[in-house]
């Protein structure tokens, strides 16, 4: 069955430009989470949604941050004037609703020059 | 203090050895203890996922968590060179978004 997936696989972007990264969760999950992993770290959460409402977004760092999910299945992360420091692999993951079982996708490893 | 707490390693271990990953906590909220691995350049995969002190066995996998001491740990049996990956323990509260709390990865390496 299909997993999570994320596109694209690899974004790079200068300085100041404004980047979208996508997330398809597992079909029947209604929450989707997005994590950022810096190298050599473990993945920060970044926020969760349950169906179309962003519940907690507690993790985003900055107002330059946004998601959305407006159909409660795909997901867009949307950075806006892109920094050196958001360089990372932003990871999206989903579960059932109430699962702690989360399932991750392959990321997007976002650099950004 | 970070809320979990995991050396990063690395570790490098010979075929066929046991191995032990080890995690701290210092929320005693945490109710719900995962596993995951990773490989180079995927996402992270579940292995284990536990709620309640004790072991929990799967394969060559066992899952410890010991509450009072806020510790978990994962064993391998039988370790084999495709167990080569960053180890990653995650830890939930129950309610609310569930987020998980990621420790920093042990990298594993285990030569044939």
């Known amino acids: 069955g299909a997993g999570v997936s994320q596109t694209p696989s690899n974004k790079v972007t200068e300085k100041g430009k404004y980047v979208e990264l996508r997330c398809d969760p597992i079909?029947?999950?209604?929450?989707l989470y997005w994590y950022r992993q810096s190298l050599g770290q473990g993945p920060e959460f970044l926020i969760y949604?349950?169906?179309?409402?962003?519940?907690?977004d507690s993790g985003l760092p900055n107002d330059r941050f946004f998601a959305v999910r407006p159909e409660g299945s795909v997901s867009t992360l949307k950075i806006q004037r892109t920094e050196r420091g958001d360089s990372a692999v932003y990871l999206c993951a989903s579960s059932l609703v109430g699962g702690r079982a989360q399932f991750f996708g392959p990321g997007t490893r976002l650099t950004v020059l | 203090q970070k809320e979990v707490e995991q050396d990063p390693g690395p570790l490098s271990v010979p075929e066929g050895a046991i191995v032990s990953l080890n995690c701290t906590y210092s929320n005693s909220a945490f109710q719900y203890f995962m596993w995951y691995r990773q490989y180079s350049r995927k996402g992270p995969e579940l292995l284990m996922y536990?709620?309640?002190?004790g072991n929990k066995e799967d394969g060559r996998f066992t899952a410890q968590v010991d509450k009072s001491s806020k510790y978990i740990s994962l064993f391998i049996r039988d370790s084999q060179p495709s167990d080569s990956a960053t180890y990653l323990c995650a830890i939930t509260v129950q309610g609310g978004s569930e987020k998980l709390v990621f420790g920093k990865g042990m990298k594993l390496t285990v030569n044939p």
């Open positions: 949604f349950q169906g179309t409402g962003a519940a907690d």
């Open positions: 536990t709620y309640s002190s």
């Open positions: 079909s029947g999950h209604t929450a």
